[in-house]
């Protein structure tokens, strides 16, 4: 057990539906990052706050958005959802911000879009 | 990081035997380099990793090295049990972030 929790564990919506995935870092930890993983791919680097800031942002498209609320739980929302965004999500936090820092993974969501 | 390259994509080895998995990457100021272990359904779990002031460290039956001059870093498994069965992942300091290999899935044949 990473400490890092999120909800749901699965999440089977349709098509242009909108849908928010929570992540709650560990404790101690004042960054959160969020990843796109699709079948049997690699991790895709979506966007990372840092204690309620957006720090740094990578292939996320328009339609998703994350914010981090003051008690540093994430949020990542995705709109008019398309098939393409079948896929598992996770979050991972760690300390502090940038790439030396240890980074722990939560268990994911896994979103199904039909 | 920015840039980094991990091979194989997948490997196959006899229960008892040794894995290794290479990882280079571009940025020579990049001074961590973790590696995460991800089972079926699972997120990944970091199981080793490694800063730029040592060479080697071990865990286990795990260890990885480090190559600053080549810029590259290794995962090795020893003694290789079925629960070893997963997808492997390299990473390194980005700009804000770890960058990721793009995966070793590691199959342990009985």
């Known amino acids: 057990d990473s400490g890092v929790t999120q909800t749901p564990k699965h999440l089977i919506t349709a098509t242009g539906q909108r849908v928010t995935l929570r992540c709650s870092p560990r404790?101690?930890?004042?960054?959160v990052y969020w990843y796109q993983q699709s079948l049997d791919q690699g991790l895709q680097f979506l966007i990372q706050?840092?204690?309620?800031?957006?720090?740094a942002k990578g292939n996320i498209l328009e339609r998703f958005s994350a914010q981090q609320f003051p008690d540093l739980h994430s949020e990542l929302n995705l709109s008019s959802l398309e098939l393409g965004d079948s896929a598992l999500y996770f979050c991972?936090?760690?300390?502090?911000?940038?790439?030396?820092?240890?980074?722990?993974f939560g268990p994911g969501t896994r979103l199904t879009v039909t | 990081g920015e840039n980094v390259e991990q091979h194989p994509s997948t490997l196959s080895v006899q229960e008892g035997d040794s894995a290794v998995i290479k990882c280079t990457y571009s940025d020579s100021a990049s001074n961590y380099f973790p590696w995460y272990k991800q089972e079926l359904g699972k997120g990944p779990q970091l199981i080793i990793d490694i800063r730029s002031n040592v060479g080697e460290k071990k865990d286990q039956r795990i260890a990885v090295t480090l190559n600053k001059t080549a810029k590259h870093f290794s995962l090795h498994i020893t003694e290789t049990q079925p629960e070893d069965s997963a997808v492997y992942f390299c990473?390194?300091?980005?700009?804000?972030?770890?960058?990721f290999g793009q995966g070793t899935r590691l199959t342990i044949n009985p």
């Open positions: 991972a936090s760690q300390e502090g911000s940038g790439g030396s820092y240890e980074q722990y």
């Open positions: 706050y840092y204690n309620g800031e957006e720090r």
């Open positions: 990473a390194a300091p980005g700009a804000q972030k770890l960058v």
């Open positions: 404790s101690g930890d004042l960054s």
